[in-house]
């Protein structure tokens, strides 16, 4: 069975640039979570959807940071003007249920790197 | 307050040793679960284990075996002849009552030396 997907694994963009970083969660999973990933902060929660709804955005940093989940196959975190202390690898994750009864399965991760 | 504590860094152990991972929690719930999961140097979170604060039966999974305690708040790992495949970072975290996320501690690095 297919993994979590993410898309792109690597993006390399300038400040003020649009980035979209995709996600395919597990097939049947209804829960979907985004986290980043900096040396600083460690890995931190930005967003948490439960059965295609935002449950907990308390994580996102500012503005500049939206998600969405269309349907149940497919999440986007979008970036909008970029900086350099976005950069950093950005996680998606999913799982059967909401909370902390159920594993969380990681993708890949995104590298981004903001110039 | 840190909610989860890996005080260990890094850790550095020769091929065949065994080695323990420490992770302690606070936490103010009775019903939790605890995980651990595995970053190896490609970069994914491989998930490793859960457990919740009411089993406090330690765990074995091959070379892999946990060591919850209650009393001192900790979830210890141990590899037990350890490979240079185990070299990777890894994650203690902890999930509470109604929360909705993980909270991760800062990860031990273990570098295993052929």
């Known amino acids: 069975d297919a993994g979590v997907i993410q898309s792109p694994r690597h993006e390399v963009t300038e400040m003020g640039q649009e980035v979209t970083l995709r996600c395919k969660p597990i097939?049947?999973?209804?829960?979907l979570f985004w986290y980043r990933q900096t040396m600083m902060r460690g890995l931190e929660l930005l967003i948490y959807?439960?059965?295609?709804?935002?449950?907990?955005d308390s994580g996102m940093p500012e503005d500049r940071f939206s998600a969405k989940m269309p349907n149940a196959s497919f999440s986007t975190l979008k970036i909008q003007p970029s900086e350099p202390r976005d950069s950093a690898v950005y996680f998606c994750?999913?799982?059967?249920?909401?909370?902390?009864?159920?594993?969380?399965?990681f993708g890949p991760g995104t590298r981004l790197t903001v110039t | 307050a840190q909610k989860v504590t890996q005080a260990q860094t890094e850790i550095s152990v020769v091929e065949k040793e065994d080695v323990t991972l420490d992770c302690v929690y606070e936490t103010r719930d009775t019903t939790y679960y605890l995980f651990w999961y595995k970053q190896p140097p490609s970069g994914e979170l491989v998930f490793l284990i859960r457990?919740?604060?009411?089993?406090?039966q330690n765990e074995i999974s091959g070379r892999y075996s946990w060591n919850f305690q209650k009393s001192t708040s900790s979830f210890n790992f141990t590899i037990t002849a350890s490979q240079v495949v185990d070299s990777a970072v890894y994650f203690c975290a902890l999930s509470e009552t109604g929360a909705n996320n993980l909270f991760f501690g800062t990860g031990t690095r273990l570098t295993v030396i052929p």
């Open positions: 994750a999913s799982s059967l249920g909401s909370g902390r009864f159920y594993e969380q399965y």
């Open positions: 097939s049947g999973h209804n829960s």
């Open positions: 457990r919740n604060s009411f089993d406090e």
């Open positions: 959807f439960n059965n295609n709804v935002p449950i907990d």
